[in-house]
């Protein structure tokens, strides 16, 4: 996945699996809102009365989602952090059709 | 001549979308009724068809695996794992107001609604096939630490706008050496 390339290891174990953490940097991490257009929302609308999946929704999250995690990451490479474990998401609807998404972590250093 | 060109240009910033969203919600409203009839009709048989589906490719994912590629423990005790990455996926899933109508009902009566819960385990069974599917496309020999969060896509605020849940499944993806 693209934020793996960055050069920053995001796992969301513990301990890295098969390395060995050397140093803790501290909490990072990185929040978004986003919000789909008004013709889409309404076509979400109109999907919701004959209900299954509102792929509008899912990949506004999707986007949502990859663009806190970027940013989680962005926060981490200024602590020179060369990984970011125990990663945590948390999401809240703040209106109909926005949502805020949360990615958290602790960023580390390991060998 | 210029003020009252003036207030012509107000007058019609202010009525353009008032026009618009009630052009909007008369179609809406005159919709409503036949996607309603429609979600009556498909909506029982499309989550018949996505339970089939994800049973179909479940099974799929197994034979090509040998066993279940996911495990929610975590990986601290394999030591020969390689390379390791974070992998997730996720749905969003609603109701059909016919089924939120039945659900109503139900609650009437009590017990467990049977409707609700088919719909949101249909939509986790789903996103948990997605992330097999993701991780078997990026590479992954198994995804450990698995964890599913369900979110509520509707602010307990307003009770506007869709009813859906939010399901989500992440992890971390290893390969072995």
Known sequence: ?111 | MAIEFEIYYILFILVIPFLIFSLIWTIFGLLYPLVFVWGIITSGKNIDKMIEDVNRRESETRKLRGKDPLSTIDGGYRNNVSDSGLVYASGVFGPSHWHLLIGWLNNLFGGSVTIFQKVISTGRAEVIQRLRENAIADGWDDVINVRIDTADMTPQSSQKGVKGVEVFAYGTGIKYS
């Open chain 1, 1 to 111: 996945m693209e934020q793996v390339v960055n050069g920053v290891l995001v796992v969301n174990t513990e301990t890295i699996p098969g390395k060995k953490i050397t140093e803790t940097l501290g909490v990072v991490s990185g929040s978004t809102v986003r919000a789909k257009h008004v013709g889409k929302d309404i076509f979400a609308l109109f999907k919701n009365i004959v209900g299954g999946e509102l792929t509008q929704y899912t990949d506004l999250l999707q986007e949502a989602r990859q663009e806190a995690v970027a940013r989680m990451v962005a926060d981490a490479m200024t602590l020179d952090a060369t990984a970011v474990v125990n990663v945590r998401f948390a999401t809240s609807a703040i209106t109909a059709g926005a949502a805020e998404l949360f990615a958290y972590g602790t960023a580390v250093k390991y060998e």
